[in-house]
């Protein structure tokens, strides 16, 4: 099913570098179990951008928000 991902991200440092607010969205076809996987592993994990993310070093807050595409 095609669902819509957006993270919105604050208070970042990336490459060293300070940054107040960062959005990104993005469309991807994924199954019911591919988002709850996703959705355990952004609730279970502190770390779970900055492992993720090259020069990410801090995040201050963040949320990821996943609904589904309406065709």
Do not use: A, H, Y
């Amino acid at each position: 099913m095609m669902m819509k991902f957006t993270l919105n991200m604050e208070d970042l440092i990336v490459n060293g570098k300070s940054i107040d607010n960062v959005v990104l969205d993005w469309l991807e076809d994924v199954s019911q179990q591919e988002v709850l996987e996703i959705s355990n592993l952004w609730i279970s994990s502190q770390t779970f951008l900055t492992e993720r993310m090259v020069g990410l070093s801090k995040v201050g807050e963040s949320s990821l928000t996943i609904e589904p595409v309406e065709d």
